[in-house]
C-alpha cells in the first residue's frame, strides 16, 4: 500500500546507504545523463537541481519549499505590494568580487530577460522597474501586486549568474564519467555568516549522478546512492524495485498540470464538444487506482477550485454524473459526427516509460467505450494529444492560465482567456482580479485546449540517514541543505 504522505515503508537503519553517515552524500537525479549541466531557460529536473545549489538570486527555497534569504539577506515589502525592498548580504561572490546593488539590479535584469518566452517570463511581466537605492539595498517595483513574488524570484531558472558564475551556495566541479558532478558548500563567511573553525570538517560534499529511473532505483537498492529526487508518473512503477526495508519511498504532495493538451484542432477534435466528451470518459479515480497511489487529486478542471481563495465553481465539472452517465453522452457526441471518411481515432504521445504504458491502456480502455480508437505517436510523429506533467511554480490562478497562452505554442489555446489573464494581473483590487481569473478560466474551458487528469505525481526514494529533504508541493528538493550540519 502506497500512501501520499511521507511515510510509506520501514524506516531504513542509519548505517546503511553508501555514505554511512560520512564521506559525500550520494544523490540521483532522474534524467538524462547530459542534462545534469544543462544551460539556458528551459531546463529539465537535474538541471534545476544543479542551477539551485551553484547560483542563487535573492532568495532561495529551503528544504520544505519556504522562501528564505539567499543573496539578499532579509526584505520588506509595502503596504500596496508594489514594493519589494532586499538589504543584500555583506559578502563577496566566489570571484571574489563584492555584492553590491548595482551589479544585483543588472543580473537580475538579465535573468528576467533570459526567460522572457516563457511561462515564467509571463508570471514576472508584473515586474516594472529595478533600481539600486544604496550600495547593498535594490528595490523592485511592480504594476499590481503579486502574493507569490517572492516565489518566483526563488525559482532556479531566476539564480543569478555573472562573469565568475554564479553565487553558490555551492561549487561545482564535474565528475570523471558523463552525467555527474561534486558539490561543495562554500564557508559561511561566503554566504554573509559568521565563520565557523571547524566548517570543512561538518559539512559534506554531495555527489550528484543523473540516471535514467530503473538505474537509480537500482543505485539506490544496492545502497550506491543516499537519495533519488525526480521521479514522475512515467516511472512510479519503478519505485518498487529492491528491498524498501532499507529506504523510504515519499511522494510530494504537489501542484501543478497532469493531464493531455489538445495539439490539432482536427478530425474528431475539431469541435470542444467532442474534446470534452473524451474527457467526461475517463474514469480518473480508476486511472490513478492502477498506479496504487492513495491520497491523489484528481481534477477535470484546468484551474482546480482550490487555487481560488474562495472557488468559483465546484470540484466535480459534471456535477455528480456517474461515469456510465457521462460515457453515454460522450457517446453520442461521437456517433453523431462519425460515418463514411470520419474514424474517431485519437494520436497519443507519451514519454517512455512503464507508467506511460499502464496510462495508456486506461486511456485507451476509457475511450473504446465511447467508440474511439487510441494509438500511440511513435517519437517524432504527429499527435493529437500530448501529455502535459508540470508542478506549478505557485498556486495562483495565473500559474495555470500562463501554462496555455496562445504566445507559447504548446496547442491549442484561448486568445480571450489570455486577455483576461493579462487583464487580472494587472487589476490592484484583490476582489476584482479574482473574477477576472475566474472568467479567464472559463474561457480556457469553453475552448476544450486541456483534458485534466490531477495532480502531478512527484517521488524520491530517501535513505533514513538523509537529513536536509522533506516532501513539499514545488517538487523542488534543493541539494545545499544535504550538505549542511545537524548541529
Not at 503596504?79 to 563577496?92: E, N, Q
Not at 537580475?108 to 544604496?134: F, K
Not at 533519488?228 to 510530494?252: C, H, K, M, N, Y
Amino acid at each position: 500500500m502506497r500512501f501520499w504522505l511521507p511515510l510509506l515503508a520501514a524506516l531504513a537503519l542509519s548505517s546503511c546507504g553508501s555514505s554511512g553517515g560520512g564521506g559525500p552524500v550520494e544523490v540521483a537525479i532522474i534524467g538524462a545523463p547530459e542534462s545534469l549541466f544543462q544551460q539556458g531557460v528551459r531546463l529539465a529536473p537535474p538541471a534545476q537541481h544543479m542551477r539551485g545549489a551553484t547560483a542563487e538570486g535573492l532568495v532561495a527555497l529551503d528544504q520544505a519549499g519556504q522562501v528564505v534569504p539567499a543573496i539578499a539577506e532579509r526584505w520588506i515589502v509595502t503596504d500596496d505590494g508594489l514594493s519589494y525592498i532586499f538589504r543584500l548580504r555583506d559578502s563577496t561572490l566566489p570571484n571574489g568580487d563584492a555584492i553590491t546593488a548595482p551589479d544585483m539590479r543588472e543580473r537580475l535584469r538579465q535573468a528576467i530577460a533570459r526567460v522572457r518566452g516563457t511561462s515564467l517570463g509571463l508570471d514576472l511581466a508584473t515586474v516594472r522597474e529595478i533600481r539600486a537605492m544604496t550600495g547593498r539595498v535594490i528595490e523592485v517595483r511592480l504594476s499590481s501586486p503579486m502574493p507569490d513574488f517572492l516565489r518566483l524570484l526563488a525559482q532556479p531558472e531566476m539564480g543569478l549568474i555573472g562573469r565568475g558564475g554564479g553565487a553558490g551556495p555551492m561549487r561545482m566541479s564535474r565528475g570523471d564519467s558523463p552525467g555527474r558532478a561534486r558539490l561543495s558548500a562554500l564557508p559561511p563567511e561566503s554566504r554573509g555568516l559568521p565563520a565557523r573553525e571547524d566548517w570543512e570538517d561538518v559539512a559534506r560534499p554531495v555527489a550528484v549522478r543523473a540516471l535514467s529511473a530503473e538505474k537509480a532505483v537500482a543505485a539506490f537498492s544496492r545502497g550506491d546512492v543516499d537519495l533519488v529526487i525526480g521521479g514522475s508518473i512515467v516511472d512510479f512503477t519503478q519505485a518498487e524495485a529492491g528491498p524498501l526495508s532499507r529506504g523510504t519511498i515519499q511522494v510530494d504532495p504537489a501542484l501543478g498540470l497532469f493531464g493531455l493538451v489538445v495539439r490539432r484542432e482536427t478530425g474528431l477534435l475539431a469541435d470542444p464538444d467532442r474534446r470534452e466528451a473524451l474527457s467526461m470518459a475517463i474514469d480518473r479515480t480508476g486511472l490513478i487506482q492502477s498506479f496504487g497511489l492513495n491520497g491523489w487529486r484528481e481534477s477535470s478542471w484546468p484551474v482546480p477550485p482550490e487555487a481560488f481563495p474562495t472557488p468559483f465553481y465546484i470540484a466535480d465539472r459534471w456535477n455528480g454524473a456517474s461515469i456510465e452517465e457521462r460515457r453515454r453522452v460522450a457517446a453520442a457526441r461521437v456517433q453523431a459526427w462519425a460515418g463514411p471518411g470520419r474514424e474517431p481515432v485519437v494520436r497519443v504521445a507519451l514519454p517512455r516509460g512503464p507508467g506511460s504504458d499502464l496510462l495508456f491502456r486506461r486511456l485507451t480502455e476509457a475511450w473504446a467505450a465511447i467508440g474511439v480508437t487510441t494509438r500511440r505517436a511513435a517519437p517524432g510523429e504527429a499527435a493529437d494529444l500530448e501529455l502535459r506533467d508540470t508542478v506549478a511554480r505557485y498556486s495562483s490562478p495565473s500559474w495555470y492560465l500562463n501554462q496555455f497562452h496562445c504566445t507559447l505554442g504548446a496547442g491549442l489555446c484561448a486568445p480571450r482567456a489570455d486577455a483576461l489573464t493579462r487583464e487580472a494581473m494587472a487589476e490592484r483590487d484583490p476582489a476584482r482580479r479574482e473574477q477576472l481569473f475566474a472568467e479567464a478560466h472559463a474561457a480556457l474551458v469553453e475552448r476544450e485546449v486541456y483534458i485534466p487528469l490531477g495532480a502531478p505525481v512527484r517521488w524520491s526514494l530517501v535513505r533514513a540517514s538523509i537529513q536536509g529533504y522533506l516532501p513539499n508541493a514545488w517538487g523542488i528538493h534543493p541539494l545545499f541543505p544535504l550538505s549542511q550540519p545537524s548541529t
